[in-house]
């Protein structure tokens, strides 16, 4: 069966980086597209950037510029770099294949606080 994991999240301050991976399994990862997405508390799961078999990455407008998505076929990974992280960036993040309606991570914790 699928399955994701997601690592990388933590603690940082307003201004740093983190680095997330999603490990994939039980599918061929190759073929679908994968994406990050993130929910605050008290808000909606809402997608923060996507990225298709051929490498065609798309980001939210909220992270553009500031965030990377990017996958590894060879390694079955999906990646999201972050820069210049915001308060508003605390949420968890979760990954996803596109087109596997249950198909998500069990969540990595990303807080920016000073």
């Known amino acids: 069966q699928v399955q994701l994991v997601e690592s990388g999240g933590g603690l940082v301050q307003p201004g740093g980086s983190l680095r997330l991976s999603c490990a994939a399994s039980g599918f061929i990862f190759g073929i679908y597209t994968m994406s990050w997405y993130r929910q605050a508390p008290g808000n909606q799961r809402e997608m923060v950037a996507t990225i298709g078999p051929f490498n065609d990455p798309a980001h939210a407008a909220a992270v553009k510029g500031r965030f990377i998505i990017t996958r590894d076929n060879a390694k079955n990974t999906v990646y999201l770099q972050m820069n210049n992280l915001k308060s508003e960036d605390t949420a968890v993040y979760y990954c996803?294949?596109?087109?596997?309606?249950?198909?998500w991570g069990q969540g990595t914790q990303v807080t920016v606080a000073s």
């Open positions: 996803h294949v596109e087109g596997k309606e249950n198909a």
